[in-house]
C-alpha cells in the first residue's frame, strides 16, 4: 500500500528557544502564532496559515533525543492512520514514534531515510470546517 496523503497538514519547526523562534514569526513575519499546551506536550507555538498548521516545538514535544533544534518535522494528513501503519510496516517501515492521540486524532511518525520525522496524522475535524 503507497502512503496516499490528502494533505500537508503541518509544518513543526524545532529549536530549543521556542519564544525565540516564536517572536521571529510572529512580530517579524506577522504571524499571529499562539501559545499552545495540550496533550502533554511542552509550551509550544502556533497557527494555521490556510490550512496548513505551523507549530514551533521544542525537541522534547517528540520524546526522543534524535529531534534536534534546527529540524523540521512534516505533517501529512491521512485518512485512516492505522490502514497506514498496516502498510508501512508491510514494507519493513516501524513507527519511530508510536500511534498516540494529541488532541487533535491520532497521530504516530516515521522516520525519512535522512532520519526527518514525518508525521501522519488523521485529524478528528475538517480544517476548513473548523475555521468557518
Avoid: W
Wanted: glycine share 10%; with cysteine.
Amino acid at each position: 500500500m503507497a502512503l496516499r496523503p490528502s494533505s500537508v497538514c503541518g509544518v513543526i519547526l524545532v529549536t530549543d528557544d521556542v519564544e525565540r523562534l516564536a517572536a521571529f514569526y510572529r512580530d517579524v513575519l506577522g504571524l499571529p502564532l499562539e501559545r499552545e499546551e495540550h496533550s502533554g506536550l511542552p509550551v509550544h507555538y502556533g497557527v494555521d496559515v490556510g490550512t496548513t498548521h505551523l507549530g514551533i516545538h521544542p525537541p522534547a514535544s517528540f520524546g526522543r533525543v534524535e529531534a534536534r533544534a534546527g529540524g523540521t518535522v512534516v505533517a501529512l494528513q491521512v485518512d485512516d492512520l492505522d490502514a497506514c501503519l498496516a502498510g508501512l510496516a508491510a514494507n519493513g517501515i516501524e513507527p519511530a514514534i508510536a500511534k498516540h492521540d494529541e488532541g487533535f486524532g491520532p497521530v504516530a511518525a516515521v522516520e525519512d531515510p535522512d532520519g526527518n520525522l514525518i508525521e501522519l496524522v488523521e485529524l478528528s475535524y475538517d480544517f476548513e470546517e473548523e475555521r468557518a
